[in-house]
């Protein structure tokens, strides 16, 4: 990526200040006063909505012309529907506890001073997404919940819906009698501009990279600013030796099926070895009904032959990849210690699970697989904001500092200690 230029650098530290600027404002805002605004928003949302969809039909329209791959116009679509559901989680947000003030301890210490620690808004965030325009609402909604600003930087691929919404949004700010600015969006696709995003710690507080492994890892590179990793899901379940075929079938299939295009679908199965000849025929057939198709290890593919269900050859390639589309990954294991080995191996740390009715298996499950979120009997589909009762998500982090899983209001806050005292002075 090339160095940025001085324009774009002077375009970048004004957004910067204006960020800045503008989360002071809103770091005294009442919890009252951020209900009205968010109610605000949903209703300019709701009033813009014909302009807000059609302008992303511009957007469907373009990546159609430039080859873009159904699972990403699938992620980049905005229609009415979806459109509902993104306003709908607004009121979700509204009445979720405002965490901003709260005191997480407080104590009187001996040398006088009453000291408490207090929740406070991080000030500003910028955040970095690919293909999906609902982040833009989502990300800016918890972020004035919580009394940040907020710098964005989508997708070239949904330009205008990004720029419909943000207008919507600032134009529902403004009139609450608050800077615009609180919520800006970064207009050009020029990827310059965000090493030069990622490099401004003046201003800016936190940074989350909603996107691939290659954004991920140029965030992580390149910021002079903490970064949240996360948003890569290469999600296993783990078909134990003692479990309900069919309903773990069931499960397998939601995982998969529901939205194959999102972070928390489901990319690998393992099968206990002791029920692979069982499960798997169904399995697959149940699958390849709805459009699945297959990697699996020698002894699946075994399976499907006999059934004559096309499966392509597994690798270690295979299994880290992070589909985000109707394939799924076969693999047969010895036992629950083979599948925990292989989940260590090509995890990303997202969304793992076990399907088992041995509470032992469950267990020692839970507690050697690392990852934000972990299931028993349970669909990885669940590790959602929104599904956690967050309401709507910044991210699903993968590291373990600040924040894990999904960040919901919280994880946009920091602390301030609080020193109270009787004019005291040190001993």
Not at 4 to 33: F, N, R
Not at 154 to 165: D, I, M
Not at 174 to 198: F, K, N
Request: with cysteine.
């Amino acid at each position: 990526m090339s160095e940025v230029t001085a324009s774009q650098q002077d375009y970048l530290t004004k957004l910067g200040q204006q960020a800045k600027q503008s989360s002071y404002a809103l770091a005294s805002l009442t919890g009252q006063e951020k209900q009205l605004l968010l109610s605000a928003i949903a209703a300019k949302l709701t009033a813009c909505s014909q302009t807000i969809i059609a302008a992303n039909q511009q957007d469907v329209a373009q990546a159609r012309e430039a080859g873009l791959s159904d699972a990403m116009i699938d992620r980049l679509l905005l229609d009415e529907t979806r459109l509902a559901a993104v306003i709908a989680d607004i009121d979700q947000v509204i009445n979720l506890a405002d965490p901003v003030g709260s005191e997480l301890e407080s104590q009187l210490l001996d040398n006088g001073l009453r000291l408490s620690r207090r929740r406070v808004p991080l000030g500003v965030i910028g955040v970095i997404y690919e293909a999906r325009p609902n982040v833009t609402v989502d990300i800016a909604v918890l972020a004035l919940k919580t009394g940040n600003a907020v710098i964005l930087r989508g997708g070239k691929e949904t330009l205008q819906s990004n720029l419909a919404l943000s207008e919507a949004i600032r134009e529902a700010i403004a009139e609450q009698g608050l800077p615009a600015d609180a919520v800006q969006l970064i207009e050009s696709p020029d990827r310059q501009l965000v090493a030069g995003l990622l490099k401004l710690d003046h201003y800016v507080d936190m940074i989350v990279p909603r996107g691939g492994a290659h954004l991920q890892r140029l965030c992580a590179e390149q910021a002079t600013i903490p970064v949240i990793l996360g948003g890569i899901g290469i999600c296993h379940l783990y078909a134990d030796k003692a479990l309900d075929i069919d309903k773990a079938i069931e499960v397998i299939a939601n995982a998969k099926v529901q939205r194959p295009t999102v972070c928390n679908a489901l990319d690998t199965v393992l099968v206990h070895q002791d029920v692979a000849a069982v499960l798997l025929p169904k399995l697959l057939t149940h699958l390849a009904g709805l459009g699945v198709s297959f990697y699996g290890c020698p002894q699946a593919q075994q399976v499907a032959k006999g059934i004559e269900i096309e499966m392509q050859v597994a690798s270690d390639e295979t299994f880290g990849q992070e589909w985000l589309s109707l394939t799924l990954g076969i693999k047969v294991v010895d036992d629950i210690d083979s599948a925990i080995t292989h989940i260590r191996r090509f995890s990303s740390g997202h969304s793992e699970g076990i399907l088992t009715d041995n509470i032992h298996a469950s267990a020692h499950f839970v507690n050697q697989v690392d990852a934000s979120a972990v299931y028993v009997n349970a669909s990885t589909r669940f590790t959602d904001g929104g599904q956690f009762g967050l309401g709507a998500e910044v991210a699903v982090s993968t590291q373990k500092l600040h924040a894990r899983g999904p960040m919901g209001l919280e994880a946009l806050t920091t602390y301030k200690w609080i020193g109270i005292g009787d004019y005291t002075a040190r001993q």
